[in-house]
């Protein structure tokens, strides 16, 4: 089975620019999670979502991060505009409702220059 | 909330040789536990879990992590290391209370190397 698809891979941008990255989690997941990981850092939770619902984002700041997730499957992960802090690796997961144990994507990390 | 403790940033052994990467955690109430392993430029990948049961896990890649509640601990261990093992190692809680909220707190991580 195909596992957590996330892309770009890689992005660098200049500070103030928007940004996107974007998450096709495993077939018949229906809860889908946004994780920063920072150098050195571990993952911290951004959003979760369950199907198309986003019931967890209190650690996703409002004024610059935006997410969605149409129709329950694919996610988008939005920054606008970009600051030189934002650089930092976005993790993508997935698993059942009630799972234990994600499946993470290979993550896309984002520099801001 | 909860909180996780990786006691040691970086591990360098020997190739061959047994290793314990340490995790430490912190809960008001009962918890899971995971180790995540991370290669470079890669996604997390799950090495072992604990749910309830037997404390002794046995994991992928033949590792295994004891859970130890009197003393709040889930040190994973290997007894022969290989180069292939070198990559940081995450150890992680979610809440039991929390229902189907399984958020995962991640400790900072350690950095296993091996040396030849």
């Known amino acids: 089975e195909a596992g957590v698809v996330q892309s770009p891979r890689y992005k660098i941008i200049e500070k103030k620019q928007p940004v996107a990255f974007w998450c096709n989690p495993i077939?018949?997941?229906?809860?889908l999670y946004w994780y920063r990981q920072n150098l050195g850092q571990g993952p911290e939770l951004l959003i979760r979502?369950?199907?198309?619902?986003?019931?967890?984002d209190s650690q996703l700041p409002k004024d610059r991060f935006s997410a969605e997730r149409l129709k329950g499957v694919d996610s988008t992960l939005k920054i606008q505009p970009a600051e030189l802090g934002d650089s930092a690796v976005y993790l993508c997961a997935s698993s059942l409702r009630g799972g234990h144990g994600y499946t993470f994507g290979s993550g896309t990390r984002l520099t801001v220059v | 909330a909860q909180s996780v403790t990786q006691l040691d940033s970086q591990v360098p052994v020997f190739e061959e040789a047994p290793v314990e990467l340490r995790c430490n955690y912190s809960?008001?109430?009962?918890?899971?536990l995971f180790w995540y392993v991370q290669y470079p430029n890669q996604g997390l990948q799950l090495l072992l879990k604990?749910?309830?049961?037997?404390?002794l896990v046995k994991g992928i890649n033949g590792f295994e992590a004891e859970f130890n509640k009197s003393q709040t601990s889930f040190h994973l261990r290997k007894p022969s290391v290989h180069i292939s093992d070198t990559a940081e190692y995450f150890c992680a809680v979610s809440d039991i209370s929390s229902g189907s909220a399984r958020q995962l707190t991640f400790g900072s991580g350690t950095q296993l190397t091996v040396l030849p």
């Open positions: 604990y749910l309830s049961g037997s404390t």
């Open positions: 077939s018949g997941h229906n809860t």
């Open positions: 809960s008001s109430v009962s918890v899971y």
């Open positions: 979502y369950e199907n198309e619902e986003a019931v967890d």
